[in-house]
């Protein structure tokens, strides 16, 4: 058995490993990597509530290969200042930096304005599944998770209307997707930094409009500027393009494996049809039971007792929040999806300071979509036998999840 995040086939279905893991070496280390991986819920746990545990890691930038040597100049002054812009994102900060990005983000994810987008997602999520409806059948991510998502974290929380959208968002998102992975190969580490490198020049001229009055400042991005000097130049733009990219794809994510499960298991999707209000529930399951961010790492920032291992000041831990999603010291029958269980305290947003302040938006959004599929759709089922992952380890989503429905038209989509 072993821990290979790379092979598709481990991508597709990592529990059996990470059983294996738990119960056999819960704390392991990877000599070839220098790192450790946990899985045991308590040892996670554990180092995300530790101050000895930090964020003063930035992706180790593989070796550029097979370049000549204009190419590699280009590429090293490319990762000279997508790094300088990285550290400022506010997952990858220590308090008292943290503390203080933290609060000034937080303000466009108050409960207040997160409820007003209700009517919004609800109206979106009904047009996309109004445009499929006739055909009797859809591709959830791509007709529905994916547009729905983009939309809200552009136009809701960013501010960016449609008509200014770059052509290349989607391809910058899955590429920036695969600089946050593990285990990054060279070729996709200079995706990523392309990929870095265009949102920047966006962001930077967006907030150049912003700045000159030519754009809409009741935003996130409005709400930083006027924040003045609490937010340096360099912190603004970087964490625009921090939201841009992980406010999106993980709530993607969520609504196909919610959606995936309960297909999966169909007496749980009676379940959900026969009683709706059972919808928070279900979505919070879903999140457990197959997480969209597979794990989070930290550095340890001196040397540390984690359960009778020592581990050294700069090793590097990777929390796996998933492997702790079925840990059976804290879940009863953990690898039963159960849309009833109660309580469910999974890690899936991650834990201590750093959890994910996105929560609010993405939960209300995979609500809605999921409670709207399985309310309007009736004979709802998987129309493919063969489904794809995306090629991410910590990001967990799959690339389409075709489905097929009853069409009011035809009587059958099938
Ligand atoms: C199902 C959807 C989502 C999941 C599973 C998820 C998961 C996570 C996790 C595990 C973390 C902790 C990272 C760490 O400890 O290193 C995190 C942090 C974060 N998330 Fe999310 N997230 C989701 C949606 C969102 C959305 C929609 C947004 C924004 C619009 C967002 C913004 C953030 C931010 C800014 C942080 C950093 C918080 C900090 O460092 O203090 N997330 N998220």
């Known amino acids: 058995m072993q821990f290979d995040p790379r092979s598709p086939k481990f991508r597709a279905n990592p529990y059996p490993i990470y059983r294996y893991l738990r119960t056999h070496q819960p704390i392991h280390y990877r000599a070839e990597r220098r790192d450790w991986i946990l899985t045991r819920y308590a040892d996670i746990t554990e180092v995300l509530k530790s101050l000895d545990f930090g964020r003063s890691e930035l992706k180790q930038a593989p070796p550029a290969t097979g370049a000549n040597s204009g190419l590699i100049d280009r590429l090293l002054s490319i990762r000279h200042e997508s790094d300088q812009l990285m550290k400022l994102w506010l997952v990858l900060t220590n308090p008292p930096d943290h503390t203080r990005?933290?609060?000034?983000?937080?303000?466009?994810?108050?409960?207040?304005?997160?409820?007003?987008?209700?009517?919004?997602?609800?109206?979106?999520?009904?047009?996309?599944?109004?445009?499929?409806?006739?055909?009797?059948?859809m591709d959830i991510i791509g007709d529905l998770a994916y547009p729905l998502m983009l939309e809200l974290n552009c136009s809701e929380i960013l501010g960016i209307p449609r008509q200014t959208w770059h052509r290349n968002f989607r391809q910058w998102t899955e590429n920036m997707a695969l600089l946050a992975d593990?285990?990054?190969?060279?070729?996709?580490?200079?995706?990523?930094?392309?990929?870095?490198?265009?949102?920047?020049?966006?962001?930077?001229?967006?907030?150049?409009?912003?700045?000159?009055?030519?754009?809409?400042?009741?935003?996130?991005?409005?709400?930083?500027?006027?924040?003045?000097?609490?937010?340096?130049?360099?912190?603004?733009?970087?964490?625009?393009?921090?939201?841009?990219?992980?406010?999106?794809?993980?709530t993607v994510n969520l609504i196909g494996i919610a959606m995936l499960a309960l297909l999966n298991h169909p007496e749980q999707l009676r379940l959900l049809i026969e009683d709706p209000d059972l919808i928070d529930l279900a979505v919070s399951e879903a999140l457990r039971y197959d997480s969209p961010v597979q794990g989070v790492s930290r550095t340890a920032l001196c040397d540390v007792e984690l359960s009778d291992t020592r581990i050294h000041q700069g090793e590097k831990v990777i929390c796996v929040l998933a492997a702790a999603n079925r840990d059976p010291a804290r879940f009863p029958e953990p690898d039963k999806f159960d849309i009833r269980r109660q309580p469910n305290p999974h890690l899936s947003f991650g834990y201590g300071i750093h959890t994910c302040?996105?929560?609010?938006?993405?939960?209300?959004?995979?609500?809605?979509?999921?409670?709207?599929?399985?309310r309007r759709l009736p004979g709802l089922a998987l129309a493919t036998d063969s489904l794809e992952w995306e090629d991410s380890f910590l990001g967990h989503g799959l690339k389409a999840l075709p489905v097929v429905f009853q069409s009011p038209v035809t009587g059958s989509g099938h």
């Open 101 to 137: 990005i933290r609060r000034l983000l937080q303000k466009a994810f108050t409960p207040s304005r997160i409820n007003a987008l209700q009517a919004s997602i609800q109206a979106k999520v009904d047009g996309y599944i109004d445009r499929t409806m006739e055909r009797g059948k």
């Open 357 to 374: 302040i996105g929560r609010p938006l993405s939960l209300l959004a995979a609500k809605i979509a999921v409670g709207t599929l399985v």
């Open 182 to 250: 593990m285990d990054i190969t060279p070729i996709a580490y200079e995706r990523g930094m392309m990929a870095f490198v265009g949102l920047a020049e966006f962001f930077r001229n967006r907030i150049a409009e912003c700045r000159a009055g030519s754009a809409p400042m009741d935003n996130l991005i409005g709400m930083l500027i006027r924040e003045g000097d609490r937010l340096s130049k360099e912190e603004l733009l970087a964490n625009c393009i921090m939201m841009f990219t992980v406010g999106h794809s993980s």
